[in-house]
């Protein structure tokens, strides 16, 4: 059998990349305010390389009950109620980090589609000798504050690369485990394929046709979320002048955001 000069090539161009590819799969919970991990249950995956990671949750197509509606209860008593199919979207939750541009491009469900691209925030992490077994994978603990919230993960020393799901990184090593103080956002374990020829790609933020093509930057972000809070507080002050109520309590910023830019 024969084969060309290319073919040989390109077999170990696939095999040389295969080695330094890596693939986590992931559960993933967001229920802020809701002081528990309380929220629905997602699937996710982070999928890297040498020099780039992409990270994907509430993707249609990771999810297998999308049509279900659930009833959960926060450790405070307060209930909410979730909609399987308002949960997921298209493309999902994607975060992608480009090592060399030490940049993130991300995009998420926020009165439709938001896409924004910033600098990596640089996370101050305290880094301790405290292990524990998740699996069969020895893991290290870390701890760092992170727009508002103060976070503990647990990260892999042997798989030396800084990055992590969401937009959680910056570690000597590969975040398998990552939770707030009050575990409204928290993401755990499933299963690790390193090195991997899983032919799933390492995707730049994907969008459809019809959402702007443009990127928002952080700050904007920030101003937007800020323009929402106060315009939904300020329409309970008007429900409660006109009907009597007393004067409501202006709700906290992480109650209603995972990134609630507080510190």
């Known amino acids: ?45 982070l999928v890297f390389d040498e020099n780039e990671s992409y990270y994907v949750t509430a993707k249609d197509s990771l999810e297998s009950s999308i049509n279900e509606t659930t009833v959960l209860t926060g450790s405070d008593g307060q209930t909410t109620v979730y909609t399987g199919g308002l949960n997921t979207f298209r493309y999902g939750k994607q975060v992608y980090f480009n090592r060399k541009s030490d940049s993130l491009w991300w995009s998420q469900r926020f009165r439709g589609n938001i896409y924004v691209a910033e600098s990596r925030p640089k996370i101050d992490w305290k880094l301790t000798d405290e292990t524990k077994k998740i699996g069969d994978i020895k893991a290290f603990k870390a701890t760092g504050g992170f727009r508002g919230r103060n976070y503990t993960v647990w990260y892999i020393r042997d798989i030396p690369l800084p990055y992590g799901p969401w937009k959680l990184q910056g570690l000597p090593g590969l975040i398998v485990e990552a939770y707030d103080d009050r575990k409204e956002m928290f993401i755990y374990f499933k299963s690790l394929e390193f090195p991997t020829n899983n032919q799933t790609p390492i995707s730049k933020v994907q969008r459809t046709p019809s959402d702007s093509q443009g990127w928002m930057n952080i700050h904007q972000f920030k101003d937007m979320l800020v323009e929402s809070l106060e315009k939904a507080y300020n329409k309970t002050v008007i429900m409660s002048e ?21 510190n």
């Open 242 to 262: 006109r009907y009597g109520g007393g004067t409501p309590k202006k709700p906290v910023f992480s109650d209603v955001y995972i990134e609630s830019f507080d």
């Open 1 to 45: 059998m024969k084969f060309s000069i290319l073919t040989v090539l390109l077999f170990f161009w696939i095999s040389a990349s295969s080695q330094n590819k890596g693939l986590v799969y992931y559960g993933h919970i967001e229920s802020p305010g809701m002081r528990s991990a309380a929220g629905p249950d997602l699937n996710a995956y």
